[in-house]
Every structure is written in structure tokens, then in C-alpha cells.
């Protein structure tokens, strides 16, 4: 069973070589209305595993210097594998410089056993995509028993302890996380979360379930609606229409301000003229550029002075 695949060159993460820990099947505790693999029951624990031994020795046919990153994934949730920990143990003595990632939902923090596994990782990101009971019901369907006020607690003491870097990502459904009610609720519980950037993003493939995404438009509006001290970061680019929008040298500055947008973003925002703004600005260094995770962002230099003081 193929359980390495890869390497893909990651906009977010650099050149990752995935680990699929579930790879004859699909094996989730949640069935998400957008999961690009197809609808099943949930589960809360793996019946199909591939020992440790055979991914170390997949593993190390295709580790290369070249690979930035390790990314633990898997058909379904990866921290259901039962031999998570000694498969980390058994990549921490063979990675050398290489980081160690896991993409995870969230939900198995609440087991002391797992979340004292992923403080061993370079970088975890944990899924998060709503906070009322309801919404969180309808959009990530979980298994029974598991509750998100347990979650969102567990991720909160996590971001407490962790030591690497923490990726938080929300993923948005049209009409049904996307209201100002759910995401002032995710403000308010993003505010007391230590993560190196949060990304928000939408569905980019065909969906288990008929759902529709947004727009780059309407995540570019919901990305105002957060705290901007909350890394916000928009990843989601398969919708992204160009917006040709003209921006001002002060509005370049306060809509910086307010929320760092990468080159990427600004392309798809900014028009010609406002471009040339943006880059006199960058000339005579009122923006500055400001690297998070794999990320370059463009921040106004009066911003990163304040953030640096804090
Ligand atoms: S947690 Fe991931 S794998 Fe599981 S159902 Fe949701 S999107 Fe699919």
C-alpha cells in the first residue's frame, strides 16, 4: 500500500512529502459537508493500519534535502493511526533538518495521549470551522460524542504549550459558518489562540455533499471582519476573480494596516496605478515585507514597529 506521496511544492508549507496513514481507506471522525473524498460514516478509531515500519522505510526511499516539510495526513483524520507516536519518534531520528507537519481536525486533542504526540511535531495545523454547537453539527458532521466546546478548549491549552509553529485553518461554507454571528463567535475565540497565522480558505474541489464556497471577494470581507491581531491569511485562490479595485497611498496604508496581504493577494485587489503606489511606498519604506511560515506579506512599517514592541 502506497503510503508516501509527493513531494508538492506547498504555497504554505514549501516542499512537502505527505505521509497518507490511512491509505487503503477512509477513516474520519467527522464527515465533512466539504471533504473532497467521498461521504462515509464516521469512526473514532483506525480498523485499517500500516505498521510504522513499512512508512519509515517508504519514507526514507524518498526523504531528500530538498524536502522542506513531512506532512502527516491521511484519508480521514491522522490522529486516529493507533502508533502515531512511535511513528513520530521513528521520523524525529531519521528527518535531520527537515520539519515534521500533521494536519489534523482537532478533535482527537481532547485524548491526553495524542495531544502530548503532536507537542512533538515541528508544525501542526488544526482545523476549526466553527464555534456554536449547531453550526459546527451541520458543517464538520462529527462522530457521536464529540463535542466542540471540548475542542475548542483543548486548542486553546494547546496553543498555551506548543512550541513549533501552530497553523489554525477555518474553512467556509456558504450559509452556514460564514454569518457575522459565527464569525464574531471565531474572533472571539481566535483572539485567545497563540497560532503563527490562521487561514482561512473555501472549497476549492468537488465536495462530498452539494455545498457551495465563496468568493475571494466575500473572504477578502470576512478576513476584515477579525481582530487584526489575528494573522489572518486568505488561502483559498481557486474562486479568485480580479478585482481591479483603485487604492489611494492612504488607503494602501490602512488597508495594510488593518490586515498584511501577500503579492498574491494584492495582484487580485490592486490595479495598475494602485500597484505603482504600493511600490513608491515600498521604495521609500513605508510598507515593509514580513515573513510568516512560507509567507511573505506586505505590512506597513509603522504596523511591524508597533508589533515588535508588544
Ligand atoms: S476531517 Fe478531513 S478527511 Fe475528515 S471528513 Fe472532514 S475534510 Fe474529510
Redesign the pocket.
Known amino acids: 500500500m502506497q503510503t508516501i506521496f509527493g513531494p508538492i511544492n506547498s504555497r504554505r508549507f514549501g516542499t512537502s512529502l505527505g505521509i497518507d496513514l490511512s491509505p487503503a481507506l477512509?477513516q474520519?471522525?467527522?464527515?465533512?459537508l466539504?471533504?473532497?473524498?467521498a461521504p462515509t460514516s464516521t469512526v473514532d478509531a483506525q480498523t485499517h493500519s500500516v505498521l510504522p515500519k513499512q512508512i519509515i522505510s517508504d519514507l526514507k526511499q524518498h526523504l531528500d534535502s530538498k524536502i522542506d516539510v513531512i506532512t502527516i495526513t491521511?484519508?480521514?483524520?491522522p490522529t486516529l493511526y493507533p502508533h502515531l507516536l512511535e511513528l513520530i519518534d521513528s521520523i524525529d531520528a531519521i528527518k535531520k533538518n527537515t520539519q515534521t507537519l500533521i494536519l489534523t481536525?482537532s478533535a482527537t486533542l481532547v485524548d491526553a495521549k495524542v495531544f502530548k504526540t503532536l507537542l512533538k511535531l515541528d508544525q501542526v495545523k488544526l482545523?476549526l470551522d466553527a464555534i456554536s454547537d449547531d453550526v459546527f453539527k451541520k458543517i464538520?458532521r462529527p462522530h457521536k460524542n464529540i463535542d466542540i466546546k471540548d475542542i475548542i478548549k483543548k486548542v486553546q491549552e494547546f496553543s498555551q504549550v506548543f512550541k513549533g509553529k501552530l497553523f489554525i485553518e477555518i474553512l467556509f461554507v456558504h450559509g452556514l459558518n460564514d454569518t457575522k454571528e459565527e464569525i464574531q463567535k471565531l474572533n472571539d475565540t481566535l483572539v485567545n489562540i497563540k497560532a503563527s497565522r490562521v487561514d482561512i480558505g473555501t472549497i476549492d474541489r468537488p465536495p462530498?455533499y452539494p455545498v457551495v464556497g465563496l468568493s475571494y471577494k466575500e473572504l477578502h470581507e470576512i478576513s476584515l471582519l477579525f481582530d487584526s491581531s489575528i494573522p489572518i491569511h486568505i488561502a483559498s485562490r481557486v474562486h479568485a476573480e480580479p478585482n481591479n479595485s483603485t487604492y489611494s497611498d492612504k488607503d494602501i496604508l490602512n488597508t495594510l494596516d488593518k490586515r498584511p496581504l501577500t503579492m498574491q493577494d494584492i495582484n487580485l485587489l490592486f490595479d495598475e496605478g494602485s500597484k505603482k503606489r504600493l511600490n513608491s511606498l515600498i521604495k521609500n519604506s513605508k510598507i515593509v515585507k514580513k515573513v510568516v511560515g512560507n509567507l511573505e506579506f506586505f505590512i506597513p512599517d509603522t504596523n511591524l514597529k508597533r508589533k515588535l514592541q508588544k
Request: a negative charge.
Open positions: 477512509k474520519c471522525n467527522f464527515d465533512c466539504y471533504c473532497e473524498l491521511a484519508n480521514g483524520e481536525n482545523s464538520d462530498a
